[in-house]
């Protein structure tokens, strides 16, 4: 299946993948399609990085008084509940009737825990899902994606465009690393022109580099390549051996 031609659907499993709620056959199935589709497993990777980065940055949050209470609720009933259990193990009253009354208590506290426990979950729910809607749309607004290869399709380098904060930012996805004299420069690779660089590309597993929307938006591939340490001018265009290329996929998250 070309999911490339179904942008909706590709984003939707892709996030369904991040978050773990993609399973069973569809996820192997998914996954397949990443390492055979370049633009799957780009919005794959996309994906996984916005939700870590979104872990890493959210500030703590204080619970609401709610909360604790019916978390108390709940941790009272269920004392309660195993207060009752163990009254059923013991030897039974003289009075005929309290078995009955304590099988009523019974019933009636695991109502009151089921109560609890539901209450819990929706709060937590509405929470939950209105803390990662605020995520969301805080969220870089990546426009631009590609995930650079080697000459044997593995993926080394995912790269993307924040066009709000106007920035690269590289994701090394590979184990390749550069010796401690050389250094990996990023290149557009315009339409029939030179190679222009766009930046070097320092040892950190990610780093951001400034660019401008007009720099990327005609841009249809980028190429690293492995020079000298600290880079070479743009106008030389790439020393060293190309080591990482790919195709540059405009989208809309």
């Known amino acids: 299946m070309n999911l490339h031609a179904h942008p909706e659907l590709l984003e939707l499993l892709a996030a369904s993948h991040a978050l773990g709620t993609l399973r069973g056959g569809a996820r192997r199935r998914f996954e397949a399609l990443a390492r055979e589709q370049a633009p799957v497993r780009a919005a794959a990777l996309v994906w996984q990085s916005r939700l ?9 949050v204080v619970p609401d008084a709610a909360v604790w209470t019916r978390i108390r609720n709940l941790i009272a009933a269920e004392q309660e509940q195993g207060a ?3 009254q059923r193990t013991a030897p039974p009253p003289t009075p005929p009737e309290t078995p009955a009354r304590s099988g009523w208590l019974r019933s009636l506290a695991l109502w009151r825990s089921a109560a609890a426990a539901g209450a819990l979950a929706t709060v937590v729910a509405a929470f939950v899902g209105l803390n990662l809607s605020e995520q969301l749309r805080n969220a870089p607004a990546v426009q631009y994606v590609a995930v650079l290869s080697d000459d044997q399709a593995a993926a080394s380098m995912l790269v993307t465009f924040d066009p709000k904060k106007r920035q690269l930012v590289l994701q090394r996805v590979g184990g390749y690393r550069e010796g401690e004299d050389k ?5 557009a690779l315009p339409p029939g022109g030179a190679p222009r660089s766009l930046g070097v590309l320092g040892r950190d597993p990610a780093l951001r580099l400034t660019a401008q929307e007009a720099d990327v938006r005609s841009v249809p591939a980028l190429a690293i390549s492995l020079e000298p340490k600290g880079g070479v001018p743009s106008e030389r265009g790439p ?11 405009e989208k809309t998250l």
């Open 52 to 60: 870590a980065s979104m872990a890493e940055l959210q500030s703590p």
């Open 183 to 187: 250094s990996l420069q990023l290149w």
């Open 239 to 249: 020393t060293g051996p190309v080591l990482f290329k790919g195709a540059l996929i």
């Open 84 to 86: 009752i259990a163990r």
